[in-house]
Nanobody, 114 residues
Framework: QVQLVESGGGLVQPGGSLRLSCTAS????????MGWHRQAPGKQRELVAH???????NYADSVKGRFAISRDNAKNTVYLQMNSLKPEDTAVYYC????????WGQGTQVTVSS
C-alpha cells in the first residue's frame, strides 16, 4: 500500500509564499502523473495542479501563474511552490496521482490570513 506524506504547510499572510512537499512510498513513482489536490472547508476536494512523468504540467485557472508543480523522481517527491497566496487558497493540501489511485495521506494545512 502506497503511503503519501505531505509537509510544508503553515500560516502565511496574503501575498506570501509556501513550498509543499510530498513523498510517496513506491518504487514506481516516476511512472505516474502526480497531482496536488486541496479541500477548503465546506467544499469538495479539487485538483489544482498535476505533472506528468515527463514533466508536463497543468494548472487550475484559480492558481495558474501563481503555483508551480515540480517533481524529483530520484526522491519520489513532488513539490508545489505557491506564490502570491490569497485567503481563498486556504485549504488542506494533499498529493496523489492525478486520477487518485492511492489512499490519501494526512495532508498539510495551508492558512492564508492577515
Amino acid at each position: 500500500q502506497v503511503q503519501l506524506v505531505e509537509s510544508g504547510g503553515g500560516l502565511v499572510q496574503p501575498g506570501g509564499s509556501l513550498r509543499l512537499s510530498c513523498t510517496a512510498s513506491t518504487s514506481r513513482f516516476n511512472f505516474y502523473t502526480m497531482g496536488w489536490h486541496r479541500q477548503a472547508p465546506g467544499k469538495q476536494r479539487e485538483l489544482v495542479a498535476h505533472i506528468t512523468s515527463s514533466g508536463s504540467t497543468n494548472y487550475a485557472d484559480s492558481v495558474k501563474g501563481r503555483f508551480a508543480i515540480s517533481r524529483d523522481n530520484a526522491k519520489n517527491t513532488v513539490y508545489l511552490q505557491m506564490n502570491s497566496l490569497k485567503p481563498e487558497d486556504t485549504a488542506v493540501y494533499y498529493c496523489n496521482t492525478a486520477s487518485v489511485i492511492w489512499p490519501w495521506g494526512q495532508g498539510t494545512q495551508v492558512t492564508v490570513s492577515s
